[in-house]
């Protein structure tokens, strides 16, 4: 049970910049707009939350800051794809290479560490949140040992982001907005035809893109780890994209993509270093390419037929 456990929380804590991205990714391609630099925003938001926090040692100022850097990423995206109709492969490629450069040459000028930053101190630091009488119930066989360790004892990021799920869902399949956002994806000459706005839709849809990007990036380096490291995203921000795909851009089809592919993570953790009979310790190789396995498995074998929105990659010219 000790182990369940322990993985099932490894589980959560993996997942959770996982959702955040893949969430965002929702809003930009049902809009309509191919969004591969995912991991560009989360790396760059995750080098200013880093910096912000170090500065100002308050961990709020971190996330603002984390989401301000994406969002105007996010929004270069969107003046590149939208206003002039630009390749959108190429500029979210561009995003990618710009968050990848920029953030080790500014690390390295700011605070002469290789390009990553100090270590955070603890007031500037996100910490795990007790939940009420967790302590309480940890005896409790079975429930209070899932309250007390499991939902318990999480970052404050964590506990929004299992908020954002369903206002997410809600604000895609029930809004006005999200009526809007699905029509722009599927037909935007229509959508243009009974008067909706494709640009300030996309725009929209890339500016709440960029937020949870910021979200994700801020995870990772104000809580997680407590400090920025190079490339510290790892390909989380391409995983994200294939639990979406896996979702069939859908919100809580693409949660439990990351979910997998974070329980995937979690038992590649626990592998390490662990001897199996007749097998003797597996390489540390081996066990690293786990998450990415399962990935290319699922999309190329059990997913079925994904049908991603009609007028996704497709600049709109709007018609005269």
Known sequence: MDQLISVLDSTIRVAMPLILAALAGLFSER??????????????????????????QNPWIGLMAGMMASIMLAMLHAFVSVTYNGNQMISGMAVNTIASGITPVLGLAWFQQGGNSPQLPDEGRFHEVVLPF????????????????????????????????????????KSRFGLRLRAVGE????????????????YI???????????????LSVYQTGA????????????????????KWRP?????????????????????????????????QFIAVIPYV????LLAGFVGRSVAPKSIGIPFVKSR
């Not at 037909?187 to 996309?202: I, K, L």
């Not at 990007?213 to 995870?219: I, R, V």
């Not at 920025?228 to 896996?246: D, P, V």
């Open 31 to 56: 809009s309509g707009v191919v969004d591969i630099s995912l991991e560009g925003k989360m790396l760059t938001a995750a080098f200013a939350s880093a910096a912000a926090a170090y500065v100002t």
């Open 187 to 202: 037909n935007p000459h229509a959508a243009d035809t009974a008067g909706v706005s494709v640009a300030r839709v996309r």
């Open 294 to 297: 399962l990935t290319v498995l």
């Open 134 to 173: 967790a302590e309480q119930l940890a005896d409790v066989p079975v429930i209070g040992q899932l309250y007390s360790r499991l939902l318990s004892g999480h970052s404050v990021l964590v506990y929004m982001t299992i908020v954002i799920i369903p206002v997410v869902t809600w604000f895609v399949y």
């Open 228 to 247: 920025f490291i190079k490339e510290m995203t790892a390909g989380k921000g391409f995983l994200a994209l294939a639990a979406l795909i896996f979702g």
């Open 252 to 284: 809580v089809p693409a949660v439990i993509g990351c979910l997998l592919f974070a329980f995937a993570d979690a038992i590649q953790i626990r592998l390490e270093g662990v001897a199996l009979p007749g097998v003797g310790i597996i390489p540390s």
């Open 205 to 219: 849809a890339l500016f709440w893109n960029g937020a949870l990007c910021g979200m994700a990036g801020t995870f």
